[in-house]
């Protein structure tokens, strides 16, 4: 791996620099898990792409860029060292268009990244259900069809987004017959303002509404908005998920910049005799560089012709976890005023901190628990015995 930044790449890193620099809100936005925040961000989503930088890897006919991985990787680490804004829209960009790029029509490309790309449409992920979360395949809402199109009925939850959301793609049963329960199901994209659907805000602990309940009463979605095959919807969910799990979601960029603003709070704030929080500091550090060599490795077996597989297990787990440690330190370097919520007046760095620990404990959870992938990692890739199940 060859870690020296050819000329293009330091000439892209450069321009994505320069352009942050002089665009990025002097005073951060609100939260996006508020209806005000969330327009917000919907706006800086549009102002990102009006010069192309919301969606750099994909092709210029999309709005983007036409950049390599690597170029990505970059943006993503100016992204976050230059204190951007959250991206409302990073379930359509991270999880709906790569399924798009592989699974969609050209029909369906050209009607959905556009106005996905601009903020015009955001999007919400609806795959978990009460009793099918990490189970995806014990999912029970179906999909039913009808004339030109499906009727979608059944209820989602803690669908990220959806609180506030445009549309939202997800699994539905179309064969209920099916002789195993991933089969038979189909992938579909619907709108959340329908009359038929009823969106139902869910608290996080902060009690801002971060996800949603989706209750659907013959939704009607047309043909034209399936994602692949009817009945083929788990080999395009898989599909999906390998993204959320792998490099697109969590870039490294994330956590080497919260690892340096760590790193700065350590040095503003905490008691030098603190060694056991020192070293909390210093684990941090090391696992966010680990994390970056670690991506930059998986970037350059995929610009190789390589995939990443049951690898991404690993990414997951590991990034779910230093998200989660990376919080934890600062909240204790901050002492009482770490857990002041972002519209305090003496809340430290705007609440980003208490705001940021929030979401990392999800972390384990989302795309997958840690624990499942696990069980990937300890049976795909280190071949070890499956787990006895009953």
Do not use: C
Request: hydrophobic share 45%; proline share 6%; no cysteine.
């Amino acid at each position: 791996m060859d870690l020296d930044a050819s000329d293009a790449d330091a000439a892209f890193r450069a321009e994505a620099r320069a352009w942050l620099a002089a665009h990025v809100p002097a005073t951060p936005l609100p939260s996006l898990e508020t209806r005000e925040g969330f327009a917000a961000h919907r706006a800086w989503e549009a102002q990102l792409a009006a010069d192309r930088w919301s969606v750099v890897s994909w092709p210029a006919r999309y709005g983007g860029r036409d950049a390599t991985l690597f170029q990505w990787l970059a943006f993503e680490e100016e992204y976050y060292a230059a204190g951007a804004p959250g991206r409302v829209s990073q379930n359509g960009i991270n999880l709906l268009a790569p399924t798009l790029f592989e699974h969609g029509t050209p029909d369906q490309r050209a009607r959905v990244l556009g106005p996905m790309a601009t903020g015009e449409a955001i999007w919400a992920q609806a795959w978990s259900e009460p009793e099918a979360g990490s189970d995806l395949a014990a999912l029970r809402s179906t999909a039913v069809r009808t004339d030109g199109g499906w009727l979608l009925r059944g209820q989602k939850t803690w669908s990220s987004r959806a609180a506030f959301a445009d549309r939202a793609f997800g699994l539905f049963r179309s064969e209920p017959g099916a002789p195993r329960p991933h089969q038979g199901l189909t992938y579909l994209m619907f709108p959340l303002d329908a009359p038929e659907a009823t969106v139902r805000p869910i608290g996080r602990l902060d009690g801002k509404p971060a996800f949603a309940e989706l209750f659907l009463d013959d939704v009607f979605v047309p043909d034209e908005d399936v994602i692949g095959e009817p009945g083929q919807g788990w080999r395009v969910a898989m599909s999906t998920a390998g993204n959320e799990r792998g490099l697109t979601l969590r870039s490294p960029g994330r956590f080497t910049a919260a690892a340096d603003r760590l790193t700065a709070l350590w040095r503003e704030s905490a008691d030098p005799t603190d060694t056991a929080l020192r070293d909390r500091v210093a684990d941090a550090v090391i696992g966010a560089r680990a994390y970056q060599l670690f991506t930059y490795v998986n970037a350059s077996r995929i610009a190789a012709g390589g995939t990443l597989g049951a690898e991404s297990s690993l990414n997951k787990v590991f990034w779910s976890e230093l998200d989660l440690a990376l919080h934890e330190t600062a909240l204790d370097l901050l002492g009482p005023y770490g857990a002041l919520a972002d519209d305090a007046d003496d809340a430290p760095a705007h609440g980003s901190w208490a705001e940021g620990y929030t979401f990392s404990l999800a972390g384990p959870l989302y795309a997958g628990t840690n624990e499942i992938q696990r069980n990937i990692i300890a049976e795909r890739l280190l071949g070890l015995p499956k787990e006895a199940r009953a």
